[in-house]
């Protein structure tokens, strides 16, 4: 396994929920992170909360916009390792009343924006290094109705990873999904339903729980530390895809 001490992290997203959560993680083992997000007001927040853990830094930036995305790769520097958990709220319309300005909003955000996220990373990321995408529960038990698109989009992330660990090899590629996770974006899905979906959901999922940021960091910490995983999805979701 190698070591994070004095490496070099990019977590796109990382000034809240599972981002932030990966970006504490990182910053506990030694490395040096860089943030990204489209807050200014987030991203002050979040590099407030880590100052005390480690070294870090921010960067504002729209994971949709091409030229926002190469002037944040111009300006970072070198890096050892890439994490992106940049996401927005789902769609969740039936397939009869999909607005696909909705719809082609959520992909550019959040496949093409990897697409585009990884094109303009190997000009910086150093090889032997490593990307990890962020994909989710949605792909292996959709909601019905609504989960249609939400399920291919992310499920999408697998393969993308299957190929791209091969083009850019000796740099891993992998996956992380997650289950549910009680994150800011998870309350503003659920709104006031959030503490009686989480309690029902914990007495069925086999970890008994609902996960915190700091369970799923763990995954992304490993798909950086494994020098010999790569095209994988790593699925920590407290047994939720069984069930």
Known sequence: MATLMGKRILVIGGSSGIGLGVATAVLDKGAEVVIVGRSQEKLQAAER????????????????????????????????????????????????????????????????????????????????????????????????????????????????????????????VNVVSPGWVDTPMFTELAGENKSSLFESMATRLPAGRIANPADVALAYVYAMESEFTTGQTLHIDGGQSLI
């Open 49 to 172: 909360a880590l100052a005390a853990v480690g070294k870090v830094s921010t960067f504002a930036a729209d994971m949709t916009q091409e030229a926002e995305i190469a002037r944040l790769f111009a300006g970072i520097g070198g890096l050892d390792h890439l994490v992106s958990t940049a996401g927005t709220p789902p769609p969740d319309y039936p397939i009869g009343d999909t607005d696909l300005n909705v719809v082609r909003g959520f992909i550019d955000n959040k496949l093409v924006g990897a697409v585009l996220v990884a094109k303009h990373a190997v000009r910086t990321l150093k090889k032997g290094g490593s990307m990890t995408f962020t994909s989710g529960i949605n792909k292996d038990k959709p909601p019905v109705p609504g989960g249609s698109v939400v399920a291919a989009i992310a499920g999408s992330f697998g393969y993308f990873a299957h190929a791209l660990s091969l083009e850019l090899a000796p740099t891993r």
